[in-house]
């Protein structure tokens, strides 16, 4: 009931079901109307529209099977399918092949390839890459993932593995297995030194070419079977791999059908029997043989025999054949050429002969050497043995032919199987194996028109197989059930067992084969009819056909197959005639012999080697205890291949298998074409069906409870939620499927039947539908009601203007009337007030005339009273001075001679009192106070008689000044009065006059009317003319400005273009630079893993030769190849002993490893160093290009450079000479003191000693100073070639200074205009007269005279604007060099002022020489001059200096002779050392200089391994980054190297560098994996790479120095070379900081990126097959975004709290947001079910997330956001609408960063994950691919997540003092001391 319930459900209108029919297999078709229970047919309606009615099977009454969902097409795994049937399989491979391009598709536990006739990029380095690590069901269907799956099973359950790859011919099975051994070459590697994964590479070539041919359905197919084990050690590297081979078919080299061929090997060696070597082997074109012209295609299209002749001998070469063994090969190979064109003629009807000298014969014996007798001999005779004699039987011609035949048959199969015993020879090695992975390639089930004993072996193995597959999908499918707790039914499968009875039991047809066989008489015919005999009445599977006795049929597997029984028997026995054989091991080829060597003698192909003591007993190989060769040779072909068949599966069975089924989409080689019959076929034939077959018994579809809650929570109302998922997907699942055995409930899973997932899909689909058609209904009424609305305020709007219009019309109808009476008014009011207007102007200019003639009158009155009053007021005025004058004058002398009588009386009566002596008495009294009283008035008046008389000057010289103005102003009256009087007679005169100019004004008003007339007619034909000129020049000007505007369009393109072509040029040469920088870094990289793998190797070395040694210890060999030329050994004195004996045991061993790797090493030193020598090689270049043109002054700089550096040998030899005289002083006196003259603590000896020390002290000083003085001459230098180099003008600046003078470049403007100009149209051509034309000519000429002079004003003004710049900043900078010169000078002591001065002088010369020489080339012959002569005062100065020098010199050998003669005399004994104590003593006085810290440490030799140890091998980075300033390792390393330098000792500088470098890279290497680590050392090595660059003494780096931190500079040795060494470090400690994030990102990403549902509810669950994917569901232990974040912050901060460079921060993010990226678009690009468009939603909120990270910690200008745009777009492809063809040109524009296989790859995988959601088009596919064709991009698919950026460290200068920098006691470096 429930059955038809559900059946009624489905099989309604519009359902879609899969008909039979006889061209596609299955067509699809609609239900046109519901069906009703108990219906003998169907309506039903095809895709083309046609109606057709399909009739039932009355007998069973199935109906047709159900068509799956849309959204389960194109499925991944084919289990995944809801209905498991046929046509859904074969539906599902065509929509992925067809129209998805995918090749790959699972099938439960079997991989189904497709071969697509077309190389795919799905196979490079990259996809390995992405799928190494992976779980299988995470990632799209690959032969990478089996393989990947079989490795991760054989690591984790320690279980050899097998991989059986099948099919048929041309169904792409070689290629599926080599794919598989390249898988495994690539992500395990190769454990020994012979680099075994790629001799197993290498076979495959070899393999190919004596095994694989062209046949009619493959151009390469494979003609024998092989079972290949790859050996793994127990890391699960490769260290070997053995081949065994199965029915090679050699019937193909005698014998090959049309359209097919040989064995390539031999068109290999035809094609290349031009080349010199293979000349003696007498080979020609192919179709010259019998045995490679018999198919008649002796080409393959796309294919060169001789290059893969090539491929073939190198493959040769890699495996250990060498190269006279390969002759040989060929050799024999050309022998069976030769041996098939050997013609066999008809002596009589019984026998047959060779012509005598046949050539073809000839080679063969020269080629084989063998006798021409007796090889002619024995191929036409047989030799017969009887119980009493033997006797020659000649051989007919075709018996002959055949003889010939098997025995060429017979030397190839020896050949092949001793080149596959020399492969794996080859692929076998001495290490021991711990499990092994086998591909088994082998043939197909297969059917023919005609099948013979091969198809017959074949068939039978693809039973086997078969029947070993069905039992391992059974047991798979119990394993699971058995683990889900779930009731196990015993499931009916078919079982092949029967047919393998049939065959290989007793009695079977092998057996009877056999048995035939060694009948004497036994034939064909006889054996047929004893297998009908036996088996035609007992065995169902075996069958006779009607219209033959010669046949037999069995029913396979697969199908039923007709075998013909002719040759049975000859295959089977594979005869060959033993007298051939002993001739040829008769012969004297060396290889022939080997080949025909007895079986005891010889070495199996698949036999164990000794040595190879690892393999273990599941490695099956054939037995070799048999007594003899011949029971061995005895064997038919039938019974080996039985055992060794057997035995492969005892293998197989013994391994974990994964199958891959390789079909052929079509029979004629079409990329991309699906045949649905062929198809078909294979499917059957390979058991693909059957194992939906037992799935679909089963429960096939299997979700878990999370999945299940997910993807059908629609169906669930809110009250059926409960919190135990489990219990509500039961109780849901109760309500929705009523019949219990529909499901199953396990403990993780829920099992449903076939079929139950569509119908749950169909109640999810329609219960959306519902709800979508509520949502659509209310949308619906909510948009009429919005229109309704919208409509009713529009007719209300329209109302409301229209009234509104209507009461406007009468507003303005009312204004109108108004208006017009107001401007008739108006018009009125004006023309009165125009007439009044009009009179009273007439009225007042009446006035106004009248009135000015009164008011000139009147003020000609006033203007003569006024002159008047004037007059007498400076009359009246001169009259009245002159009499107070007078006046005063009398006053004055009378007051005079009035005063001078008193005064004259006053002085009588002072005599008289003055004589009489008491009244002198009285007034002595108070004298002195009156005396003073008049002296003031004395003075007073004297003041007051001076001013007075000033006044008095002053008066007199005004008056003085007023009477000769007063006179001249007389003068001037009557001269005024006279020019009156004649005046008045002029007035008369003019009067006369201008009666008479009043008659001729009237005439000449008449001829004026007359030349007015004239004029206005002339007028008026001017301005017509001026009118037309106008136009014309109006005319020209437009002109003029549109070839204006022309040229200012061609030179803005012009200069745009300019612009473009050096961005692009800027943009090349920095990719040039990255690509550079990148191959260095990869070349370091390449570097540093050879160097581990070499420390590796020495590891286990030492570990296999000192296995009884515990307690041995290891060195690691870290020494870089870039610091082998200049460090010293620093290794560890305990250690020397452990190296030592690491190599005695080296020698022992097999130095070939040792030889390949150095030759590696030195290869990467060579490629290297010709990269620097190339780059060095190119500045070189520049800088000589540069110094051609200074050459001159390079002569006059050459000189003086000759003359200072004879100065500073000289200096140098002196002071050696110096230094020597010191020591054999300081030797004597302790010679002296050791004789007790000069006791140690006598005063004359402190003397001396402090004289001497002096003496030292400022030897030193002046050896300082002349490698100061060195220093800075080479820096001059160097600074000379930097300015050189910064000033290099550009390329147009150099054409430019090219042109002379102004002329020549204004002839180059005028010729960049006209030939801008080319594309004007002729002007000529305008008029007849080309009047215009020299107009414009004329117009142009004028404008480029003034655009010249515009030009040239503006170059000048540009020119004296830019010198006036340059003198004033140069002004500033010889200012603040001036200034700091003197604070220099001034801390220096008074002997180095001297040269301080005069280096400073010799500097700035050279620095004006060359502005001199940039500025003005001309003026620089004046300024040499000027140069030399100052020149000459500094050398004057530099031989004052030498004088200076001269007197120390004679001082010191004073002293010496001093010290001498004391010396003497002690030894004399006539003084005592109480004597000298009362001596006077004079101490030399010798400047010192003083002694503070310097920002050094001084430690001694033996400390410094300490130092390391306690610095950096023994140090916490947690610690030191919490507590201690950043850098500090850093710091102190080189405050150590400064002492170093400070004391010139070069053995301590090297030792301490190479200490440094060797021990970080050791405590990398044991702590490599540790972020903090690696973090803490790339900041500290930047620092210290810093800090040699800061302290060089180099002006580039001291730019931001303090005066402090440059007298801290180095001063003894220039460590460039190692800064290169340290930057190398760094830039490998770089890359392994990106591999630490990589490795813990990695893990992270895919989850946070892709699974993880950040946005809950946006992403929907499909249905998945048996492979689920691991994490479809987000659980509590995933990864989520916020984790990955986290861990990004987590690095963030702890590089900030390293300290390190904040642009290195900046490269490291922006390297972890490509890692990001691009591994989350290859995951996406290899993931069908991420390609969503809510899965695009939910990227892009991710990365924003990512943007978001980025602007909090101000990161956003750091080029990571860039690295995500592939990302982005990606996630912007899934979202957009992909339609229409604007859709894809939209597309095209908006993903511009990701290249068109990526694009199209996307769009191929897009999956709707519900059903409203659309797939694309092919067709719109297409359009994209015809529109993205012409770009230019790399076919790669997937981005390099390998790939890291080239890292640069941009100089970051500390501004800490050395000097205040403290060691903590917590480092324990208290053997340290401050300098």
Not at 388 to 393: C, L, S
Not at 611 to 624: F, M, Y
Not at 1528 to 1554: E, G, S, W
Request: aromatic share 8%; hydrophobic share 35%.
């Amino acid at each position: 009931m429930n059955m038809n319930r559900e059946l009624e459900y489905m099989f309604v209108e519009s359902a879609r079901v899969w008909i039979p029919d006889a061209e596609e297999e299955w067509k699809s078709a609609e239900l046109v109307k519901d069906y009703k229970n108990g219906e003998a047919s169907l309506q039903l309606m095809l895709e083309d529209g046609k109606v057709i009615e399909h009739k039932l099977d009355p007998k069973t009454k199935n109906l047709p099977y159900l068509r799956n969902p849309d959204i389960l097409v194109g499925e991944n795994d084919l289990t995944a399918l809801s209905y498991l049937h046929e046509p859904a399989v074969l539906h599902n491979l065509k929509v992925r092949f067809i129209d998805s391009k995918l090749i790959y598709t699972y099938c439960g536990i079997v991989l189904v390839a497709i071969n697509p006739y077309e190389n795919l990029p799905i196979y490079g380095t990259d996809i390995i890459n992405a799928y190494s690590g992976q779980n299988m069901g995470d990632m799209d269907p690959h032969i990478f993932a089996v393989a990947e799956e079989a490795y991760k099973q054989m690591a984790r359950d320690e279980r050899n593995q097998s991989i059986i790859v099948s099919g048929e011919s041309g169904a792409g099975k070689t290629v599926s297995a080599k794919y598989a051994m390249r898988y495994f070459a690539t992500v395990s590697g190769s454990a020994s030194e012979a680099n075994v994964e790629e001799k197993v590479l290498a076979s495959n070539p070899i393999m190919e070419a004596i095994g694989n041919a062209k046949t009619t359905r493959n151009d390469n197919s494979s003609r024998f079977g092989k079972y290949i084990e790859i050996g793994f050690d127990n890391r699960y590297r490769i260290i070997g791999a053995n081949m065994r081979t199965y029915l090679l078919e050699k019937s193909r080299v005698v014998f090959q059908a049309d359209e097919e061929r040989n064995y390539h090997v031999f068109y290999q060696l035809c094609a290349s029997a031009h080349l010199p070597e293979f000349k003696n082997l007498r080979l020609s074109s192919a179709n010259d043989f019998l045995y490679t012209r018999q198919g008649r295609s002796p080409v393959i299209e796309g294919v060169d025999d001789s290059k893969e002749l090539c491929t073939t001998r190198h493959a040769f070469t890699l495996l250990g054949i060498n190269e006279s063994y390969q002759m040989g090969l060929f050799q024999v190979l050309a022998a069976i050429l030769h041996l098939g064109n050997v013609e066999i003629k008809d002596r009589d009807a019984d026998s047959s002969l060779i012509a005598p000298n046949n050539r073809h014969l000839t080679a063969f014996c020269e080629l084989v050497g063998v006798t021409y007798q007796d090889m002619s001999q024995w191929l036409c005779h047989r030799k017969l043995k009887t119980a009493n004699e033997t006797y020659v039987k000649p051989l007919p011609r075709l018996q002959a032919t055949n003889a010939r035949d098997a025995l060429s048959k017979h030397i190839y199969a020896k050949l092949f199987s001793w080149i596959v015993e020399h492969v794996n020879k080859a692929l076998v090695t001495n290490v021991k194996q711990h499990s092994f992975i086998g591909v088994l390639d082998i043939y197909g089930f297969e059917t023919f028109e005609i099948n013979s004993f091969e198809q017959f072996c074949i068939n039978y193995a693809n039973e086997k197989l078969q029947q070993q597959f069905n039992m391992h999908v059974f047991k798979l499918e119990q394993e699971e059930y058995m683990r889900e707790q779930i009731p196990w039914t015993l499931i009916d499968f078919y079982d092949n067992q029967p047919c393998i009875n049939l065959i290989e039991a007793k009695m079977g047809i092998l057996d009877l084969l056999d048995e035939e066989c060694k009948m004497p008489k036994g034939s064909d015919d006889s054996w047929a009819q004893k297998l009908y005999n036996t088996h035609l009445k007992t065995c169902s599977l075996f069958e006779k056909p009607r219209m033959s006795n010669r046949a037999f049929i069995i029913q396979h597997f697969a199908d039923k197959v007709e075998y013909q029984c002719e040759g049975f028997l000859e295959k089977n026995k594979d005869t060959v005639n033993a007298e051939q054989i002993n001739v040829l091991k008769a012969s004297k080829f060396d290889l022939l012999m080997e080949l025909f060597r007895d079986e005891e003698k010889a070495t199996s192909p698949t036999g164990q080697t000794p040595g190879t003591g690892g393999r273990t007993r599941l490695s099956i190989k054939p037995d070799k205890g048999r007594d003899s060769s011949s029971k061995e040779h005895k064997k038919t072909v039938g019974c080996q291949f039985r055992n060794s068949l057997q035995m492969l599966m005892e293998t197989l069975n013994a391994t974990t298998p994964h199958y891959v089924r390789c079909i052929k989409p079509n029979d004629f080689k079409l990329a991309f074409s699906f045949d649905p019959k062929r198809a078909v076929q294979q499917l059957r034939a390979c058991g693909v069906l059957e194992t939906i077959r037992i799935s679909a018994a089963g429960f096939p579809s299997r979700w878990t409870y999370q999945e299940f809650f997910s993807r059908y929570r629609v169906l669930m109302k809110q009250k059926d939620v409960l919190a135990d998922k489990k219990l509500t997907c039961r109780n849901v699942l109760e309500k929705l499927v009523e019949d219990q055995d529909k499901y199953q409930f396990g403990k993780t899973k829920i099992f449903f039947r076939a079929g139950q997932v569509a119908y749950l899909e169909k109640l999810r689909a329609d219960k959306l539908r519902a709800a979508c058609i509520r949502i659509q209904k209310t949308i619906r009424c909510w948009l009429a009601r919005k229109k309704y609305l919208r409509m009713r305020n529009a007719a209300i709007t329209i109302q409301r203007f229209t009234r509104g219009y209507q009461a406007r019309c009468l507003a303005k109808f009312m204004r109108r009337t108004q208006a017009a009476t107001i401007i008739q008014k108006y018009q009125r009011m004006c023309m009165e007030r125009k007439r009044y207007r009009q009179k009273q102007a007439a009225a007042l200019a009446m006035q106004t005339i009248l009135r000015a003639y009164m008011a000139r009158q009147k003020y000609q009155a006033l203007l003569r009273e006024h002159k008047a009053v004037i007059i007498q007021k400076f009359i009246r005025g001169w009259l009245a001075r002159c009499w107070y004058k007078r006046c005063l004058e009398a006053i004055v002398y009378l007051q005079c001679c009035i005063r001078r009588m008193r005064a004259k009386r006053e002085l009588k009566k002072l005599k008289i009192e003055a004589r009489s002596v008491e009244h002198f008495k009285k007034l002595n009294k108070g004298m002195e106070n009156k005396i003073m009283q008049l002296q003031r008035k004395i003075d007073e008046q004297h003041k007051d008689n001076r001013l007075v008389s000033e006044k008095l000057v002053s008066l007199e010289n005004s008056y003085s000044a007023e009477s000769e103005r007063m006179r001249s102003e007389l003068n001037r009256l009557r001269g005024a009065e006279e020019d009156a009087k004649n005046k008045t007679n002029q007035v008369l005169s003019l009067r006369e006059e201008l009666e008479r100019l009043k008659k001729e004004l009237s005439a000449t008003q008449q001829e004026k009317k007359t030349i007015e007339e004239w004029a206005q007619t002339y007028r008026q034909e001017m301005e017509k003319m001026v009118s037309e000129l106008k136009d014309q020049n109006g005319t020209l000007k437009k002109e003029k400005d549109d070839l204006n505007r022309l040229i200012q369009e061609q030179s803005q393109q012009m200069t745009e273009k300019m612009a473009r072509a050096i961005v692009l040029e800027t943009q090349q040469l920095e990719t040039d630079l990255n690509e550079e920088r990148s191959r260095y870094q990869n070349l370091l990289t390449e570097h540093r893993r050879l160097e581990e793998k070499y420390d590796d190797l020495k590891e286990e070395m030492a570990l296999s030769s000192n296995v009884s040694k515990p307690g041995h210890r290891r060195t690691d060999s870290t020494h870089s190849s870039n610091e082998s030329e200049y460090t010293y050994n620093s290794e560890y004195t305990d250690l020397e002993d452990g190296s030592r004996a690491r190599e005695d045991v080296t020698r022992g061993m097999d130095t070939s490893l040792t030889l390949k790797l150095q030759k590696r090493v030195t290869e990467l030193e060579q490629e290297k160093q010709s990269l620097r020598n190339e780059l060095e090689n190119k500045e070189d270049q520049f800088q000589r290009a540069r110094a051609r043109d200074d050459a001159e002054f390079k002569k006059a700089r050459g000189a003086e450079l000759e003359y200072e550096s004879l100065k500073r040998q000289e200096l140098e030899s002196e002071n050696k000479k110096l230094k020597h005289d010191l020591a054999a002083m300081r030797k004597s006196l302790l010679g002296d003191a050791v004789t007790g003259a000069g006791a140690p603590g006598s005063p004359a000896y402190k003397v001396l000693l402090d004289q001497l020390n002096a003496s030292c002290e400022e030897l030193e000083v002046r050896k300082e100073e002349v490698l100061i003085l060195r220093s800075q001459l080479v820096s001059q230098k160097e600074a000379m070639h930097h300015k050189e180099t910064m000033t290099e003008p550009s390329v147009f600046a150099e054409d430019v200074s090219k042109l002379k003078d102004a002329g020549e470049i204004k002839q180059a403007y005028i010729s960049l205009k006209d030939t801008n100009r080319s594309a004007a149209p002729d002007l000529h051509k305008l008029n007849e007269d080309g009047e215009l034309w020299l107009v414009n000519q004329g117009l142009k000429e004028t404008i480029r005279l003034l655009e010249h002079q515009l030009q040239s004003q503006r170059r000048t003004y540009d020119n004296e604007v830019e010198s006036l710049r340059g003198e004033l900043q140069n002004v500033k900078e010889e200012n603040n060099r001036q200034q700091q010169l003197l604070a220099q000078n001034l801390q220096l002591p008074p002997e180095a002022r001297i040269e301080a001065s005069l280096q400073h002088e010799i500097t700035r010369l050279t620095n004006e020489n060359l502005e001199l020489m940039a500025d003005d080339p001309t003026a620089s012959q004046e300024a040499r001059v000027n140069i030399l002569r100052r020149m000459v005062d500094l050398m004057e100065q530099l031989e004052k200096q030498d004088r200076t020098i001269r007197k120390l010199k004679k001082q010191l050998k004073v002293y010496s002779k001093r010290i001498g003669e004391m010396g003497a005399v002690q030894t004399e004994g006539q003084t005592s050392p109480g004597q000298m104590v009362d001596e006077p003593i004079h101490p030399v006085n010798i400047a010192r200089r003083e002694k503070d810290f310097q920002g050094m440490l001084e430690y001694k030799k033996e400390d410094e391994m300490k130092l390391v140890k306690n610095l950096i091998l023994e140090l916490k980075p947690r610690g030191v980054a919490v507590n201690l300033i950043p850098g500090l390792p850093a710091y102190i390393l080189f405050m150590c190297l400064r002492h170093a330098d400070y004391l010139n000792d070069d053995q301590k500088v090297r030792t301490l560098l190479t200490s440094t470098i060797n021990s970080i890279k050791k405590i990398l290497k044991k702590r490599g994996e540790d972020f903090e680590t690696v973090s803490f050392w790339l900041s500290n090595t930047c620092r210290f790479l810093h800090c040699l660059k800061q302290y060089s003494g180099d002006e580039t780096f001291a730019k931001l120095n303090t005066p402090r931190q440059n007298e801290h500079c180095l001063t003894n040795f220039d460590l460039a070379e190692y800064r290169q060494v340290i930057s190398d470090l760094a830039i490998q400690i770089y890359q392994q900081l990106i591999k630490c994030i990589e490795g813990t990102l990695h893990a992270m990403i895919v989850y946070g990126m892709l699974e993880h549902e950040t946005i809950q509810g946006v992403s929907g669950v499909k249905p998945t097959g048996l492979r689920k994917r691991t994490a479809s569901i987000a659980e509590e232990d995933t990864y989520t975004l916020e984790s990955m974040l986290r861990q990004l912050s987590a690095f963030h901060s702890t590089m900030c709290q390293h300290g390190t460079d904040p642009e290195l921060i900046k490269q490291v993010v922006k390297q972890e947001f490509y890692i990001i990226g691009a591994v989350t678009l290859n995951n996406l690009l290899l993931r069908k079910d991420m390609c969503s468009w809510s899965k695009g939603m939910q990227i892009r909120y991710n990365v924003s997330q990512l943007e978001e990270w980025l602007r909090d910690k101000g990161l956003m200008n750091c080029g990571a956001k860039e690295t995500l745009e592939p990302l982005i777009q990606a996630a912007q492809l899934l979202q957009v609408k992909k339609k229409t063809d604007e859709d894809a040109e939209a597309i095209c524009s908006m993903c511009h960063a990701l290249t068109t296989s990526q694009i199209v790859r996307i769009l191929n995988l897009y999956t709707p994950v519900n059903e409203f959601e659309e797939r694309v088009s092919i067709a719109f596919i297409r359009t994209i691919q015809t529109r993205l064709r012409d770009r230019s991009e790399s076919p790669q698919l997937l981005m390099d997540t390998k790939m890291i950026y080239p890292v640069t460290f941009p100089f970051n200068p500390s501004s800490l003092a050395l000097e205040t920098i403290q060691i903590p006691s917590s480092l324990n470096l208290g053997f340290l001391t401050r300098v």
